[in-house]
């Protein structure tokens, strides 16, 4: 079954620190990896996203790191601010896929001022 | 800035009756999807939609759901004969495929709760 593993559950993280989400996969035939950020009460947001021919990819504050021989990708936040304050989803798309999406099972982050 | 809609925020229903979910996607979006996201736990992908039928579906996507586009603005998730097990929060997402990877856009989602 494809899954996509992601941790940690929860994180807390001080204002200007660094947040890290760390995700894995088996399916080697996935080429597409998003990262969603999703407040209480609302619907998933696309944050950021990258596929498998570049090894990073970087948009403000929040950088992708994407190791392919591992089959790791990472969502790092830096100067972490309160309202980043959010639960990230991981998630990956399989080649040849309709878009179907498999999200990990999400990163409660907490930053505290 | 366009955006996806999702109506009603909250849907109570009794089980075995039949509940409609209903969406606005995003006006020049093409693709359609709907996802559920039991309380406290991941996302997970029910359907595809696409050029008015079905590209993709999950096991959990039975005989008890079915998608429609009724026009050209609405898409539809309806459960025929619901169960307390289908109680969580319903999201639709759309995409214009943009340079293939269907970047999808969701909705703020319906919360179905069965009773």
């Known amino acids: 079954q494809q899954q996509v593993k992601q941790s940690p559950q929860s994180l807390i993280v001080q204002k200007g620190g660094i947040s890290i989400i760390n995700c894995a996969y088996e399916?080697?035939?996935?080429?597409?990896f998003p990262w969603y950020q999703q407040f209480p009460g609302k619907g998933p947001a696309l944050l950021i996203a990258?596929?498998?021919?570049?090894s990073e990819k970087k948009e403000g504050r929040f950088t992708i790191s994407f190791n392919k021989s591992a089959k790791q990708f990472s969502l790092h936040i830096m100067d972490s601010q309160p309202g980043d304050s959010a639960t990230y989803f991981c998630?990956?798309?399989?080649?040849?896929?309709?878009?179907?999406?498999?999200f990990g099972k999400g990163t409660k982050l907490s930053v505290k001022p | 800035e366009p955006e996806v809609t999702q109506t009603p925020s909250h849907q109570v229903t009794q089980m075995g009756q039949e509940v409609i979910l209903r969406c606005v996607p995003i006006?020049?979006?093409?693709?359609f999807y709907w996802y559920r996201q039991i309380l406290g736990q991941k996302v997970e992908f029910l359907v595809s939609?696409?050029?008015?039928?079905?590209?993709?579906k999950s096991e959990i996507f039975d005989d008890q759901f079915s998608v429609e586009r009724p026009d050209g603005s609405n898409f539809t998730l309806k459960i025929r004969s619901t169960k307390l097990e289908d109680s969580a929060m319903y999201f639709c997402?759309?995409?214009?495929?943009?340079?293939?990877?269907?970047?999808?856009?969701f909705g703020p989602g319906t919360r179905l709760t069965v009773l």
């Open positions: 997402a759309s995409s214009d495929d943009l340079a293939g990877y269907n970047e999808q856009f």
């Open positions: 399916n080697t035939a996935f080429d597409y």
């Open positions: 990258i596929r498998p021919d570049v």
């Open positions: 998630a990956a798309r399989a080649t040849g896929s309709q878009g179907n999406l498999i």
């Open positions: 006006s020049n979006h093409l693709y």
């Open positions: 939609f696409y050029n008015n039928e079905i590209s993709e």
